[in-house]
């Protein structure tokens, strides 16, 4: 049975059963002191505010069945699907693959690396370990969603304005419809998470809808 979500820029129809939540790259290397975001010299208090909306949406969405999926962004030890320019970027002193405060800095298996303990994923909802910002970008993302018959995709995690948009905007041109849980996505940087959550909704939703996860968990509870 179809239900509808309360968005911008307008109220969308969706059917739970083809609905998905996916949290992005809610990783210790993003949003704890210690990490990545610290060490190129970010305030994470400002990713830790989506902690306790993503965790609602996260009881919400396992309460009502959904399926739930987690991103991961971060490389192999070997650092072969790194592409040398993301390395590369920004001339850091530690950065990609580098030894900080939680081990090899976005390397998989590495403390960083890992989710927050907030958040950790049941052994049934599927990790997506990507390499790109996007979660579609070298991943087996897409053939997943369509395993599962998901065509509407809950949106949170960070960052907004990287990880998660460019997710939305892959997702909405391969024909998936996003919803993004304003209070559950999150920027280094206050203004772009504005920005971003706007541009998606422009030109009556041009990547997909935002709304505060309040009126997501209404609608799927
Ligand atoms: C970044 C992300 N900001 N998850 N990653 O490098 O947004």
């Given at each position: 049975m179809k239900k509808e979500i309360v968005a911008q820029p307008y109220n969308l129809k969706f059917d739970p059963k083809t609905t998905a939540l996916i949290v992005i790259d809610m990783q210790r290397d993003f949003v704890e002191e210690g990490g990545f975001g610290t060490l190129l010299g970010n305030d994470v208090s400002l990713l830790r505010a989506a902690i306790k909306p993503c965790q609602a949406l996260l009881k919400a969405a396992r309460q009502a069945g959904l399926r739930?999926?987690?991103?991961?962004?971060?490389?192999d030890p070997s650092m072969s699907d790194c592409a040398p320019t993301k390395k590369a970027?920004?001339?850091?002193?530690?950065?990609?693959?580098?030894?900080?405060?939680?081990?090899?800095?976005?390397?998989?298996?590495?403390?960083g690396h890992g989710i927050i303990p907030e958040l950790q994923?049941?052994?049934?909802?599927?990790?997506?370990?990507?390499?790109g910002k996007g979660s579609f970008y070298g991943t087996d993302l897409d053939l997943i969603l369509r395993n599962y018959g998901i065509s509407t995709l809950l949106v949170c995690?960070?960052?907004?304005?990287v990880c998660v948009t460019t997710t939305v905007r892959?997702?909405?041109?391969?024909?998936?419809?996003?919803?993004?849980?304003?209070?559950?996505?999150?920027?280094y940087f206050p203004e772009y998470n504005r920005m971003a959550l706007e541009m998606i909704q422009a030109q009556g939703g041009i990547f997909g809808w935002v709304t505060p996860s309040q009126h997501i968990i209404e609608a799927i509870s």
């Open positions: 739930v999926l987690h991103t991961r962004e971060g490389h970027r920004g001339n850091l002193k530690t950065g990609i693959g580098d030894s900080g405060p939680m081990g090899r800095i976005l390397i998989r298996g590495e403390k994923p049941l052994p049934t909802e599927a990790v997506i370990d990507k390499p995690g960070v960052t907004t304005e892959e997702a909405n041109d391969r024909g998936y419809e996003c919803v993004v849980a304003s209070d559950a996505v999150a920027s």
